[in-house]
T-cell receptor, first 113, second 113 residues
Framework: AQTVTQSQPEMSVQEAETVTLSCTYD???????LFWYKQPPSRQMILVIR??????QNATENRFSVNFQKAAKSFSLKISDSQLGDTAMYFC??????????FGTGTSLTVIP | DTGVSQDPRHKITKRGQNVTFRCDPI?????LYWYRQTLGQGPEFLTY????????KSRLLSDRFSAERPKGSFSTLEIQRTEQGDSAMYLC???????????FGPGTRLTVT
């Protein structure tokens, strides 16, 4: 069975500070893809960052970066220089090539001015 | 590229009625996915299509649910004899061949009274 666990239901961070959101997953597959999606209040889900499991180098997209630990099945998201627009629900997800996504339960992030 | 669109955005129906939702994927995206999201949870996979072929269905998709994608473009999701437990956000996503990230629509929020 494929599972995704986000153990932090809610988090907050001061504007301009750095925050890390945790995610662990479980799968017996060796080839898969990991994602972080952002869902702002009442708005649609937006892809934040993706990571291929076969790549050792951690993905980075501007202020967003991941810490991918394949052996530990951990995939955390670091947001640097937090901005008010980062306030949203963040979902960790993984996909076995070409098939469905498995999502975690989400972490609600609030950026405090 | 106008993004994934879904119609209607909101639907209120009485228990026992049938409802149908429509999803228009991004053009040239041959894969189309349906998910259900309840409050405080991450999206859960329902089914997906590659072109007009429905390749996988979740056990969540009871006999009251049916999805179609007759011409490999837009898709419909029908729920027959709705129950209060069907109240949720129904999300549609699409992806390109060879790409793994999915692009989500704004969702259809169903309320069954």
């Amino acid at each position: 069975a494929q599972t995704v666990t986000q153990s932090q239901p809610e988090m907050s961070v001061q504007e301009a500070e750095t925050v890390t959101l945790s995610c662990t997953y479980d799968t017996s597959e060796s080839n898969y893809y990991l994602f972080w999606y952002k869902q702002p209040p009442s708005r649609q889900m937006i892809l934040v960052i993706r990571q291929e499991a076969y790549k050792q180098q951690n993905a980075t997209e501007n202020r967003f970066s991941v810490n991918f630990q394949k052996a530990a099945k951990s995939f955390s998201l670091k947001i640097s220089d937090s901005q008010l627009g980062d306030t949203a629900m963040y979902f960790c997800a993984f996909m076995i090539a070409g098939n469905q996504f498995y999502f975690g339960t989400g972490t609600s992030l609030t950026v405090i001015p | 590229d106008t993004g994934v669109s879904q119609d209607p955005r909101h639907k209120i129906t009485k228990r026992g009625q049938n409802v149908t939702f429509r999803c228009d994927p991004i053009s040239e995206h041959n894969r189309l996915y349906w998910y259900r999201q309840t409050l405080g949870q991450g999206p859960e996979f329902l089914t997906y299509f590659q072109n007009e072929a429905q390749l996988e269905k979740s056990r969540l998709l009871s006999d009251r649910f049916s999805a179609e994608r007759p011409k490999g473009s837009f898709s419909t999701l029908e729920i027959q004899r709705t129950e209060q437990g069907d109240s949720a956000m129904y999300l549609c996503a699409s992806s390109l061949p060879g790409q793994y990230e999915q692009y989500f629509g704004p969702g259809t929020r169903l309320t069954v009274t």
